[in-house]
């Protein structure tokens, strides 16, 4: 893969920074990649390869491309660092070939002046960010350079409709104007390297939000993601702490933030921020967005979210969804993957304690179900996830990959 043309234009007044992307090893055609903003933050855009590296090196892994050559000078800091998260990615997902080459002339750091100290936030309207934005205003003072001043918003990544995106910003806006920060849309194509949504879902989407906080090199010196899952739930990811820390560069750093709170944690962080429980966006439907709001209050999110307010006491002062009912009926009829299974067994007890019984009891009933726990054979699976941390599940599966492997070997001779 190249990297070249990396250059600064206008397009329909808009300020953008582009560059060409020319794959070497597979049949792709070259790709325009862009980062663009409003004129307001034009000068924030930096010129740098740094942002279109970021975004190409995980498509290039997954495309079995040999190298990246970039024309341009880069920061080495940024160099050592992708390298050291290219090998975890080739670790976590098996990619099995040989190591991919960052072909790049390294910027000298010495004489490398620092800009201003200027922090923002990946400021989606989640759970997850704002819970990040109040651990930031509760913990840092106003002149401190961790605190937060820019809240960054893209186009192009999951919400791709231009009506939708400007629900979201009137949203965010209002968000912003509370926190005293600036708001800024950014507008991308980045997707284009690799379309794929399982793609992004478990490998682009932490690189992705890095390569958004580079092309503001100009502005930031440091930007924070909000972490999805907390560490005693960490999974390899596109969001995780050995990823985004690792896109870090001399000018640039990237901070993975909400590692030790829970889910139910944020909630109730947040529950005492007005705003933020009437701004709040949560749901995956965008198709589903109106004017003022952005949640339809069915989808697994939103009732998972739903859920979470009503445990910290919060839900009547969050208006946000167009269904103001969670019944246990709905519990039942949600598809509940393993990654979310930790979020729901935290709601059980403190439903419980708020009056909410028949959602607490409904919530176990679900869990038991998907994890195959009802009946005898399931309260024995119950006891032993439980109390022997799955051991007699691990022992049966040793076992019988030890038969599957002794019945080839008798095959075989």
Request: charged share 25%; proline share 6%.
């Amino acid at each position: 893969m190249r990297i070249e043309n990396v250059s600064f234009s206008t397009v329909d007044g808009m300020p953008r920074v582009s560059a060409h992307v020319v794959w070497e090893d597979c049949d792709r055609p070259v790709a325009d990649i862009y980062f663009e903003t409003l004129p307001a933050f034009a000068d924030a855009l930096s010129t740098s390869a740094e942002s279109f590296l970021a975004a190409s090196v995980t498509p290039a892994l997954w495309a079995g491309e040999q190298r990246i050559h970039v024309d341009t000078e880069v920061c080495p800091e940024l160099v050592e660092n992708l390298e050291t998260v290219s090998r975890q990615f080739q670790h976590w997902f098996d990619l099995k070939r040989s190591r991919m080459t960052l072909d790049v002339r390294q910027r000298p750091a010495v004489g490398t002046a620092r800009k201003p100290r200027r922090a923002a936030v990946f400021f989606s309207g989640g759970l997850d960010s704002l819970a990040a934005c109040r651990a930031n205003r509760l913990r840092y003072t106003d002149e401190h350079p961790r605190s937060i001043k820019d809240g960054i918003i893209v186009f192009g990544l999951e919400v791709e409709s231009r009506q939708a995106f400007g629900y979201v910003l009137d949203m965010l806006t209002t968000l912003a104007c509370d926190m005293d920060i600036a708001l800024i849309p950014v507008f991308t194509n980045v997707r284009a390297l690799n379309p794929d949504w399982g793609f992004w879902y478990n490998a682009h989407m932490g690189p992705a939000l890095c390569a958004v906080a580079h092309a503001l090199g100009r502005r930031l010196s440091s930007v924070t993601i909000a972490s999805d899952y907390d560490l005693p739930h960490l999974v390899p990811h596109g969001s995780h702490p050995m990823v985004e820390p690792y896109f870090s560069s001399y000018n640039l750093r990237v901070h993975y933030d909400g590692l030790t709170r829970s889910r139910l944690e944020k909630a109730r962080l947040i529950g005492g921020w007005p705003v933020a429980l009437q701004n709040l966006r949560v749901c995956n439907k965008p198709e589903s967005y109106q004017p003022g709001r952005l949640n339809c209050g069915q989808c697994e999110k939103c009732v998972r979210t739903m859920l979470e307010l009503m445990a910290v006491n919060a839900f009547e002062e969050a208006p946000v969804f167009l269904n103001r009912t969670v019944t246990p009926a709905m519990i039942h009829s949600l598809y509940m993957p393993p990654a979310v299974e930790p979020y729901y067994e935290e709601l059980v007890e403190p439903l419980a304690r708020v009056g909410r019984r028949d959602l607490s009891e409904a919530i176990a009933l679900a869990l038991a179900t998907v994890r195959g726990e009802t009946g005898l054979t399931g309260a024995i699976r119950r006891f032993d996830r439980a109390h022997l941390n799955g051991s007699i599940v691990s022992l049966k599966r040793a076992l019988v990959a030890a038969r599957n492997r002794e019945s080839r070997r008798q095959d075989a001779s």
